[in-house]
């Protein structure tokens, strides 16, 4: 059985309009260390296992296989828009958006941060993958303006991160606080210091949420860290540390009812 997180402020906002879900690793059948729900196509798991996971997000959600919409993520500031002529295709991008009921929009992630959006009132959902350079270059701003496009207005979309790194297991090089401070020097509050000399602790969460209410978007965190959630979360730096030969991904995941 799965039995994703989901969002008190997405449920309370949407009510049964939109059906949403951040799933974790439970009730799939992935072995080894992909062991669970694992849905990453890119991963080196047996690909039948990967189908498998993904067609049981789908029965949750009560769609058929083929309106789950994923994108080959690349870390960018990209986002599309999907609609019923959506083919299983994965463009290269980081978000997607829809005001089409019925399908599926998933975004996948082992620390990076998942975020799904929602506006009731105009029926269009998105569903975001923000790592720190999808999010320090647009992809959320991206993905509120597709949105709009379709139809949404600003102040009625919310939005929520789910499981993704914290700071206290996030550390980073000095090149990296560099790049952040350099950007904006604002940036500076989302680093403290490391127990390694010149090295920092980054909160990817609070940059994350710091970008979404600027740009007018209620939002909140469901404060899950996924490195320490070793039989709930996927986190490909808990796999670098134990020198794993590979990681799972979760889904998170979200639909306009029809």
């Known amino acids: 059985m799965l039995s994703p997180v989901q969002s008190p402020l997405v449920s309370r906002a949407a009510g049964k309009a939109v059906h949403h879900g951040y799933f974790t690793r439970e009730g799939g059948v992935s072995e080894g ?17 990967v189908v498998e996971n993904r067609a ?13 919409a994923t994108v080959h993520q690349v870390h960018s500031p990209d986002v599309i828009a999907v609609d019923d002529s959506y083919d299983g295709k994965r463009p290269q991008a980081d978000a997607l ?4 009921p019925g399908l599926v929009l998933g975004v996948l ?15 269009v959902v998105g569903a975001a993958h923000a790592g720190w350079k999808g999010a320090l270059t647009g992809v959320l701003e991206n993905t509120i303006a597709a949105m709009e496009a379709l139809g949404a207005s600003r102040g009625d979309i919310v939005a ?4 993704s790194i914290s700071r206290r297991n996030y550390e980073v090089g000095p090149e990296f606080v ?6 904006d020097p604002s940036y500076g509050a989302f680093f403290s210091p490391s127990e390694r000399p010149g090295h920092a602790m980054f909160d990817l969460p609070a940059l994350t949420l710091k970008r979404l209410t600027e740009a007018g978007i209620e939002a909140e965190n ?10 709930n979360c996927f986190s490909y730096r808990r796999s670098v540390h134990r020198k794993e030969p590979d990681y799972g991904r979760q889904i998170s995941a979200i639909m306009i009812r029809g």
Not at 222 to 231: E, F, G, R, S
């Open 222 to 231: 469901l404060d899950i860290c996924t490195y320490p959630q070793d039989a």
């Open 109 to 123: 992630s082992a620390d990076c941060g998942p975020i799904l959006f929602a506006d009731p009132k105009a029926a």
């Open 160 to 163: 929520c991160l789910g499981p």
């Open 97 to 100: 958006v829809t005001a089409t």
């Open 56 to 68: 049981r997000v789908c029965n949750w959600f009560a769609v058929d296989p083929e309106r789950l």
């Open 33 to 49: 260390v992909y062991a669970g729900l694992n849905v990453g196509l890119g991963s080196n798991d047996e690909r039948a296992r």
């Open 178 to 183: 560099e790049r952040f401070v350099g950007t």
